[in-house]
T-cell receptor
C-alpha cells in the first residue's frame, strides 16, 4: 500500500512558471523525502525534511511539511524545460523496519 | 565513483524461466534495497538488506529471493518468472537505515512473455 499520495498526477506548465506538487500521507512520519525521476532513469534524491521541520530550501526547490495535516508540498520556482520529470514523495515512519514508502508520483511537463 | 550499478539493463524472459538481477554499489553503504515500479505507480519494496548478512521482506516479496553476497552486492532472483513480474526493477542503497537518503541504480526493464 502506498503511504504517500501525490497531487496532481500530472502537471503541464510553461517555462518560467512555478510548479507546485502536493503529497499527503496517512501515518506519522520520521521524515519525508522528495525524489525526481527522468524518463527511463533511476530516482534522484532532491530533499529530505524531518518531522520537526516546517520548511526547507534547496536552490529553486522549496519543500513544506505540515504534520498536523499529514501533507507536504514541493515548489519548483522559475521552472525550466529540464525540470520535466516525475516527482515522488517518500515517507519514512520509523516503525516499519527500514522501509521508505513511495507515492505514485506527479508527472511534470515544462514546455519551452 | 559509479554509484549503484545494475545488470542487465533489459531482459526478456519466457514464463517459467529464471534469472538473477545483479546490483552493486561502491559507496560503502550498509543498506541495500530492491524495488519494482509498475506503470502509473510508485516504487514498491520487494526486499531489503539492512546490513551485510541480513535480508528482510518488503511489501511485495512473493516470487522473489535475494542474496546479500557481500557489502557491495545485492542480487534479486526470480525462480519461475510470471507475466505479472513484468516491471522495471530498481536497486538502491543508503548509508544506514531506511530513514536516510537512498541512491538508485538506473534500473532493469524486465518483460516476461
Amino acid at each position: 500500500s502506498q503511504q504517500g499520495e501525490e497531487d496532481p498526477q500530472a502537471l503541464s506548465i510553461q517555462e518560467g512558471e512555478n510548479a507546485t506538487m502536493n503529497c499527503s500521507y496517512k501515518t506519522s512520519i520520521n521524515n519525508l523525502q522528495w525524489y525526481r525521476q527522468n524518463s527511463g532513469r533511476g530516482l534522484v534524491h532532491l530533499i529530505l525534511i524531518r518531522s520537526n521541520e516546517r520548511e526547507k530550501h534547496s536552490g529553486r526547490l522549496r519543500v513544506t511539511l505540515d504534520t498536523s495535516k499529514k501533507s507536504s508540498s514541493l515548489l519548483i520556482t522559475a521552472s525550466r524545460a529540464a525540470d520535466t520529470a516525475s516527482y515522488f514523495c517518500a515517507t519514512y515512519s520509523g516503525n516499519a523496519g527500514n522501509m521508505l514508502t513511495f507515492g505514485g508520483g506527479t508527472r511534470l511537463m515544462v514546455k519551452p | 565513483n559509479a554509484g549503484v550499478t545494475q545488470t542487465p539493463k533489459f531482459q526478456v524472459l519466457k514464463t517459467g524461466q529464471s534469472m538473477t538481477l545483479q546490483c552493486a554499489q561502491d559507496m560503502n553503504h550498509n543498506s541495500m534495497y530492491w524495488y519494482r515500479q509498475d506503470p502509473g505507480m510508485g516504487l514498491r519494496l520487494i526486499y531489503y538488506s539492512a546490513s551485510e548478512g541480513t535480508t528482510d521482506k518488503g511489501e511485495v516479496p512473493n516470487g522473489y529471493n535475494v542474496s546479500r553476497l557481500n557489502k557491495r552486492e545485492f542480487s534479486l532472483r526470480l525462480e519461475s518468472a510470471a507475466p505479472s513480474q513484468t516491471s522495471v526493477y530498481f536497486c538502491a542503497s543508503s548509508e544506514n537505515r531506511g530513514r536516510e537518503t537512498q541512491y538508485f541504480g538506473p534500473g532493469t526493464r524486465l518483460l516476461v512473455l
